[in-house]
């Protein structure tokens, strides 16, 4: 991202060694949305903001401009990309996805494949009840409403899905736009299923219930023998990166 005399991207900042991270000063005072050929570009000063890869960071929508642009607002004498998730998401959207879309969703569709709803426990009881009750509606759903059956497998022995279900399911991710597939691309990454992502796009599911969804398993086990303090600041951290992919998901339409 290019800005005054400095040449800066959320990406590029990071850890200095094992210690404090490094951080870049903020070098700049006003955020601002213009439209540019039909996007919304990011201003910095009046200067439009660069993506790592020396691209325009153009958005497809003001909505989604806004929102970017109040993460760089709500920097302070400091710039942190860990507090600007949606920065990087736009980012990767349009240095790693546009044009190459294709790659990324066989990614998609390997993580379908072997989709953490169709894998069941085989015990205890309760665990089977608890997954059963949140991945069952999800197995259905994505039968009568994506022409998708899904086999289902105990443990971790690897079952293979009828390609026609595979096929329907890809019919789904063709077409959409970078964000869209970047934001999906996460979803899946951070639940391990595609169709836990695809029922947030699809409105099938809450972003709240996807996530409840994707930890039974965690949850089950915190639930038997407590909580770790690193395991939760891990989780939260997947939290915060979920949360922007779905925000950009809803924001990219």
């Known amino acids: ?39 919304s570009a990011l201003l910095l000063d009046g200067r439009p903001v660069r993506t790592p890869g020396k691209a325009l960071l153009a958005l497809p929508n003001p909505e989604l401009a806004e929102a970017i642009a109040e993460e760089w607002r709500g920097q302070g004498d400091h710039i942190d990309p860990l507090t600007m998730p949606l920065t990087k998401l736009a980012n990767s959207a349009i240095d790693g996805i546009e044009g190459r ?22 015990g205890p009881k309760d665990l089977l009840a608890a997954q059963a009750k949140q991945w069952d509606p999800v197995i259905a759903w994505a039968k009568d409403a994506l022409d998708a059956p899904l086999k289902l497998a105990q443990g971790i022995v ?9 096929a329907a399911v890809k019919k789904r991710l063709e077409g959409l736009d ?30 709240d219930e996807a996530w409840q969804a994707a930890h039974v398993d965690e949850d089950w086990q915190i639930g038997k023998w407590g909580e770790d303090a690193e ?17 950009l998901l809803a924001l990219s339409g």
């Open 1 to 39: 991202m290019s800005g005054g005399k400095t040449d800066h991207s959320p990406e590029q900042s990071g850890s200095s060694g094992r210690g404090k991270r490094s951080l870049p000063k903020r070098f700049y005072k006003e955020v601002a949305v213009k439209d540019e050929g039909g996007r």
């Open 158 to 166: 690897h079952v293979t899905q009828d390609d026609a279900a595979m």
């Open 101 to 122: 879309s294709e790659a990324v969703i066989d990614d998609i569709m390997a993580h379908a494949a072997a989709d953490l709803l169709c894998y069941r426990a085989s």
């Open 231 to 247: 395991a939760t600041a891990r989780r939260a951290g997947r939290r915060r990166d979920f949360d922007a992919a779905a925000q």
């Open 178 to 207: 970078a964000f869209s597939l970047a934001a999906l691309h996460v979803i899946t990454s951070l639940t391990g299923s595609t169709l836990l992502a695809l029922a947030v796009s699809l409105k099938r599911l809450t972003p």
